[in-house]
């Protein structure tokens, strides 16, 4: 086995959390919130007085600000949806600042649509006579040109019935907690760590007082939207973190019992954390194996990539345009980097042509674990940058062709995305005759999706299957 080892010198920015951690006493429970619940280890079958989060499930269950989620559970590792993080924001708004919510005269209502989509209305002209379309229950992908109906991915019940959400929808909005129209469409989506920080500020925004010096948050740009918010957060001691290094993982689904862990430090001071960042940049060792020709010499690269550089890519919103994840300038050092180690590794073991070199980096990618977004994201589409790919150690087929793609094109191969109605693969350029030729130009299919396939070797299941080219 022949081993190399890269480091990538971290170039954007990745993750940290809290270090030291002691709890600090304030003002113990505001005196506006009263204990409205009666809360001991009988009150959720799924929640146990071992458990790190029982004691914050109980003040916000005891102080009225979440409840469970039926049938004497509370779900603790279950996702929190947008429509509850409102919720919780308009709870502990109208419980501090003395409010009623009225639930029995909402404008609000909700109906039914065909193919299971849900309308929302609610008070944004003032006469409680609108509509919001529920937008993201139908999503178009570039591999296929056509809608895909992602009504109940993961956990989302998309058929629920909302009514009792009306009233806290329209609360928020007339307290100024969310825009009009913020969240439109996406209520029953899982709530990112980032979205419910906001709201959580928006709720009581004069109630973080500042107990800790934080700079940066690792993974939170300044640019992200949300950025003020968290970092009131973080300063207050509400939030600390996924780590040492302070990571936050803004645009991660959040959990029931993270989310009532934050509650309660809201409501009771004493649980807030002071507490201090590992400032040391973290990185994550991973180790690659694979086989050139695909029963020759076995090829192994230890890589160390930068937590900052993995969770800025993490935190960039997704596009339908595949070829930007290709295009994007941020992580070029880093993959340019790599593909230029893994030519050197090809040449000085004897595979100098173009044919080989390019065959050498292909097969290191076709090594990578074939990953179904689904299963591994809970989404039907998550493409990744090339950076997430390599951290992950996997993707599915956009994923490994855009990192291919890349790192031939970053060394100065013709190289495109090859699209059909369900698959991607990467096109080669040759001056010979290739697999296909597009606008006058001849290519050789690589497939990326598994290991064995040698440049120009076309699946049995793709002969004869219309592709497009998406330039990168």
Same mark, same amino acid.
């Given at each position: ?125 003032? !006469? ?45 909005? !007339? ?45 939170? #740009? ?120 893994? #030519? ?129």
């Amino acid at each position: 086995m022949i081993k190399y080892k890269l480091k990538f010198i971290s170039t954007i920015l990745v993750l940290c959390i809290l270090t030291s951690v002691s709890a600090t006493a304030f003002a113990e429970i505001f005196p506006q919130f009263e204990q409205t619940n009666y809360y001991d280890s009988s009150t959720y079958a799924d929640v146990y007085d071992d458990d790190w989060y029982y004691y914050y499930v109980g003040f916000a269950y005891e102080y009225g600000i979440m409840t469970g989620t039926g049938d004497n559970m509370f779900t603790p590792d279950g996702n929190i949806t947008l429509a509850e993080a409102i919720t919780v924001a308009s709870r502990l708004n109208a419980k501090y600042y003395g409010n009623t919510i009225n639930k029995l005269n909402s404008g609000g209502s909700v109906a039914s649509l065909d193919n299971n989509n849900i309308k929302y209305s609610y008070p944004i002209s003032g !006469n409680g006579n609108f509509q919001i379309n529920d937008s993201d229950s139908m999503t178009q992908t570039p591999k296929t040109g056509v809608y895909i109906n992602t009504n109940g991915v993961g956990s989302v019940n998309r058929q629920a019935n909302m009514t009792w959400f009306m009233p806290y929808l329209e609360y928020a909005v !007339n307290q100024g907690i969310i825009e009009p129209n913020q969240f439109s469409g996406r209520y029953l989506n899982p709530a990112s760590r980032e979205q419910l920080a906001y709201l959580l500020f928006k709720a009581l925004p004069d109630c973080y007082q500042k107990i800790n010096e934080i700079s940066p948050i690792p993974d939170v #740009r300044e640019s992200n939207p949300y950025y003020q918010e968290i970092l009131k957060l973080y300063e207050s001691g509400v939030v600390t973190g996924s780590d040492e290094y302070g990571t936050f993982y803004p645009a991660s689904d959040i959990l029931r019992s993270e989310a009532a862990a934050m509650v309660s430090r809201i409501i009771n001071t004493d649980l807030r954390i002071s507490f201090s960042l590992n400032q040391d940049k973290p990185y994550q060792s991973l180790s690659y194996s694979w086989n050139y020709p695909f029963y020759g010499e076995t090829f192994r690269l230890d890589v160390s990539i930068s937590y900052y550089d993995y969770n800025y890519f993490v935190s960039k919103p997704r596009t339908n345009n595949y070829s930007a994840y290709a295009q994007d300038e941020a992580d070029e050092t880093a993959v340019y980097t790599l593909a230029e180690t893994l #030519r050197d590794m090809a040449v000085n073991n004897g595979f100098a042509s173009s044919y080989d070199i390019a065959g050498f980096i292909s097969a290191f990618v076709q090594s990578l674990e074939y990953q179904d977004d689904l299963t591994y994201k809970g989404v039907i589409e998550y493409p990744k940058y090339p950076i997430e790919t390599l951290f992950d150690q996997g993707g599915d087929c956009e994923d490994s062709a855009v990192l291919l793609a890349k790192m031939l094109k970053l060394l100065g191969y013709g190289a495109v995305l090859l699209v059909s109605e369900d698959h991607m693969a990467v096109g080669l350029q040759t001056s010979s005759n290739g697999n296909l030729s597009l606008d006058g130009i001849q290519y050789y299919y690589i497939e990326t999706t598994e290991p064995g396939w040698r440049i120009g070797d076309v699946p049995n299941d793709m002969v004869g299957v219309g592709m497009s080219v998406l330039y990168i």
